[in-house]
């Protein structure tokens, strides 16, 4: 997993419980000083650990850490790629763009292994009732 999602969480958890969120990365097994890029993938199971520990902390069920972590995420993404948002005519647009979105910024990863791996996990297919899977 490309270290986006890792930043939005670690910085939404900072936001949220302040200094804390350094004693809950170390708990999980995360150096606090790491400064996730976009340009290295990170061990999915490293951020699944962290969204877990976070959700046990925070005291939430998953939908509602779901939740926390979309509005944390859209927040991001606003300030850091409005033009994917501005672009877009609409949900379905935009979630129709994620595998191109995904496979940009899978072209910054050196190894083409992660870069498969990280184009690999999008894709969209409509239905006949153009419901977006």
Avoid: C, W
Wanted: glycine share 6%.
């Amino acid at each position: 997993m490309i270290g986006y999602l890792h930043r939005v969480l670690t910085d939404h958890l900072r936001d949220v419980l302040g200094p804390e969120a350094d004693d809950l990365l170390v708990r999980t097994g995360i150096d606090p000083n790491i400064v996730y890029r976009l340009d290295r993938e990170y061990p999915d199971a490293e951020f699944n650990a962290l969204f877990d520990a976070a959700q046990a902390r925070l005291g939430l069920d998953r939908e509602a850490m779901y939740g926390a972590f979309a509005e944390a995420f859209l927040r991001s993404a606003l300030r850091t790629f409005p033009r994917f948002l501005d672009d877009a005519a609409g949900v379905r647009d935009l979630l129709r763009r994620q595998p191109a979105i995904h496979s940009s910024f899978a072209a910054g990863l050196r190894d083409p292994a992660d870069r498969r791996r990280v184009v690999d996990k999008f894709v969209t297919v409509s239905d006949a009732d153009d419901l977006i899977v």
